[in-house]
Each structure stands twice: as C-alpha cells, then as structure tokens.
C-alpha cells in the first residue's frame, strides 16, 4: 500500500522529473481540482490498482498521485496475463477489487468491464492512442523489437533482417520468446503476408527452438543476465529498462515493427470512479509521462522526450504496423500464435 508520507508532493516531482517539473509541482497540471472535490465528497480515500508495471516504477509514481491528493493506492503488481485471470475470477464472484487498471491488454478484455472515461487531459492524447469508444488510454508505447545479450552476442553479429536468424543455427536453444506475443506475430504477417510470414516463423522456429516464456519482464532481465542470449522479440522499453540498471542487454531494431500501447482504464464498477478518473489524468499528463520515462518507457506524449532520447529515432524510417486486437481478434491470433510457434 502506498500512503501519503512526510515527503511533499513538490520534493517527490522534483527527485522524478528534475528542477523543471518542481518548479509547478504547487499546482500540478493533471490536478483537477473538480474532480479531487468530488472524490472527497464521496468519501473516496483509496484506489486500488491493478498494473503490470512493476513496482520499482510503480510505486514511485503512484506516490506522487497520493502526496498531491490524499488518496491512498494499493498498487497490485502482476503480468498481463495474471492480472486479466484475476479479474475474471473477481467478475464471477461478484467481488470485484480493482478500479484502475494499466496493462497492455485492456483492449483484449470485455468491453463493457470498463467504464467509459474522458479525463480533462484526454485532447491532448494523440488519436491513435485512445479507445475511439473511450474504453480505455494509451500511456505508453511498446514498441517490438529483438533484444540481445552483449557478452554473449557480438553487435556485428546481429541480423538484420529475421531471414538473417536462420543462418545461426548455433543460438538454438539460447533463444527467447514470450508465450503470448501475438502482436508481433500479426506484424511478420502484414509484412510478409500469411503465407510468406508463416513460413518464416515455422522455419525460425525450427532453427532457433525459441524458450517460449511467461513475462516480458522477466524475459528482458533473463537476457540481461545471460540466462538467454537472444530474445527474438521484447518489448523495446523493458529491454531499455533492463539495461538502465545495469544488465548486460541492448534492443536492435528489424522490420517489421509492432506497435501497441501500455493502457489505462477504469473498471466500470469502481467503488472510487472520481479518484480513479484522476489517477487516469495523471498518468496522461506531462508529469505523470516524464516521471514514466525514468524507468524507460516510451511516452505518448509529443511534448514528453523518451529516455534515452535516441529511442524513438531508432525506429524513424523502419516499418511500423500498429497492433490493436479487439477480443475476438485476440483469441484468433492466440490460436495461430499457439500452432506456429509450435511448429505445427
């Protein structure tokens, strides 16, 4: 649980986001001050949130939001998958705890679980980073892209297109991919086409005989240790975010890309609807989008830089396929995903 603390809410800014952002930390763009009386006057004291970002990030900037407001945060860390499993549960047994959640995955879900919010700093959202039916907000962008160990891999060895990964057959078995990468999946098609981009994925899968694992966190610290030396496909802000603290890891950037977004959303039978819209503001506003940056993720936002500031124009001029699966989309591309990359 996150509690308000000693700390003020103007130090909390300025150790994330740096003099600049101190210095309008007193009145903090995302602070509705509407929105704040309403969750007070409906007695509206604590948050719980569901997220998949984990909790050295989390945690940091979540206090922020309980130092500016009041409002406590119990902040549940868990994957994307075990989190959509947890409200599935919750859903059945009418005991449902959660009011914000942040995944990747918020898309995939039914619909109408999620409330439909529009937060005072949603305009300044680029289009394609919001639900067009308001279900949820883009945070982040997870931009796709190979990873690799940098004491296990030379840089020069790197391929350069997936093709080139067939000519090292020495990796087999030192290759790394997440169970669940669909969206990446759906891109080699687009850019291949099916036939073409099945094929190449069966063959890579014959050559490579990639550890299908379970987190895309974890798999990007994996690599960082060594534990593989190769991830055919990550995550491009966890990679970096590895590496910031020190692993031994760096992403390379290959056609095609996929693109989706790290999304909030409001579960539609919040017990804290006010606060929770407000948490959401947060997480859109300048502020919220620089403190996120600090564990690399890649902001949505024009007026925010990423960290590193080379990471987008690693992909400027590279083919960039945005991935967006509604929920039967999603359990279509599962079931490809499942028998291609089982070789079948």
Known sequence: MIKSATTTGAAVL??????AGAA???????LDKDLLAKAKANKETKIVVYASMNE????PLFKVFTDATGIEVDYVRASDTKLMARIGVEKRAGKEAWDVMQTTSLKKMPQDWLAKISPPLLKEIAAEARDPDGRWIGVYANYNSPAYNTKLV???????????????????????????????????????????????????VKVLKPKLTRGHLAMARSV???EYAIALNNYTNLTVNVKMRGGA???????????????????????????ALLAANFMISKEGQIAMTKGGRIPVRSDVPSNPPDVLEAFKGKKVYPILFNVKESKDWTKVYKKVMSGR
């Open 56 to 59: 050295r990030e989390g945690h």
């Open 224 to 226: 960082g240790a060594g």
């Open 249 to 275: 890891t760096d992403y390379w950037v290959m056609e095609p890309v996929a693109v989706f977004y790290g999304q909030i959303g409001v579960n539609a039978k919040a017990k804290s609807p006010n606060a």
């Open 14 to 19: 300025a150790l994330l986001l740096g003099a």
């Open 154 to 204: 030379k840089k020069a060895d790197l391929p350069k297109t997936y093709e080139d990964f067939l000519k090292h057959p020495e990796w087999a078995g030192k290759v790394a991919i997440d169970f669940s990468d669909e969206e990446w999946l759906a891109a080699i098609y687009k850019h291949y086409g099916k036939a073409k981009g099945e094929k190449l994925v069966k063959d890579l």
């Open 24 to 30: 309008s930390a007193a009145d903090p763009s995302w």
